[in-house]
């Protein structure tokens, strides 16, 4: 199985919304990273999580909130998003923990914060 | 600090034409390089990397990139494009440390003609 599950597919949501992305690998991957995509844009990294601990947040807002379950989980929970956080919400995984190996994505969950 | 430069937004060619999508990093120690392809609706896929050794790596789909450290440069190539090829091609670098992060380019769009 060498695939990143994330669903949903599509969300959309109010601004007094809470809502969660989720994100699922089974390649026993040791590092999980949620990117947001804006259209025609690159892929822009939020958080990093290795070995099940949180070791990059890119002074993302606290209306997003990530969570690691277990190693083969990866939560995004969202509350009172703003109309400009509407994106393409990327997972994905490597395999040893080192930020610089080879990703693997998810297809995304698309979000429309109205 | 690494960076990366994708000098062409969109490059249109004819299929069964040949194609360079260009990338130029920068970058003050050494590092790995690596192309991703995002077909529309989906998650970046890996199409090859260098990490060290032979200048030329060979990758999916028939695509191919050259090393060259005196340019700074890890330009795609492909000798025959098909219509599927269709995509957002994204060069990526990232440091030899473990703890370096993957930054991306801004992407090129490539569009094929019948």
């Known amino acids: 199985d060498t695939e990143v599950t994330q669903t949903p597919k599509h969300l959309v949501m109010g601004m007094t919304n809470k809502k969660s992305l989720k994100c699922e690998q089974h390649?026993?991957?040791?590092?999980m990273y949620w990117y947001k995509q804006k259209a025609k844009k690159p892929p822009e990294l939020m958080f990093v999580?290795?070995?099940?601990?949180?070791?990059i947040n890119e002074s993302v807002p606290s209306r997003f909130s990530p969570e690691c379950p277990n190693s083969s989980l990866l939560n995004l929970h969202l509350h009172a998003l703003q109309p400009e956080d509407s994106a393409l919400y990327l997972c994905?995984?490597?395999?040893?923990?080192?930020?610089?190996?080879?990703?693997?994505f998810g297809s995304g969950t698309q979000l429309s914060v109205l | 600090a690494q960076s990366v430069t994708q000098l062409d937004s969109q490059v249109p060619v004819f299929e069964e034409a040949p194609v360079e999508l260009r990338c130029n990093y920068s970058?003050?120690?050494?590092?790995?390089l690596f192309w991703y392809v995002q077909y529309p609706n989906q998650g970046l896929q890996l199409l090859l990397k260098?990490?060290?050794?032979?200048?030329l790596v060979k990758g999916i789909n028939g695509f191919e990139a050259e090393f060259n450290k005196s340019q700074t440069s890890f330009h795609l190539r492909k000798p025959s494009v098909h219509i599927s090829d269709t995509a957002e091609y994204f060069c990526?670098?990232?440091?030899?440390?473990?703890?370096?992060?993957?930054?991306f380019g801004s992407g090129t769009r490539l569009s094929i003609r019948p």
């Open positions: 999580y290795s070995y099940e601990k949180l070791s």
């Open positions: 994905a995984s490597s395999g040893q923990g080192a930020r610089n190996e080879k990703l693997f």
């Open positions: 970058s003050s120690v050494s590092v790995y």
């Open positions: 260098y990490l060290s050794g032979s200048t």
């Open positions: 990526a670098v990232s440091g030899y440390s473990s703890a370096s992060k993957i930054i």
């Open positions: 390649m026993g991957h040791r590092a």
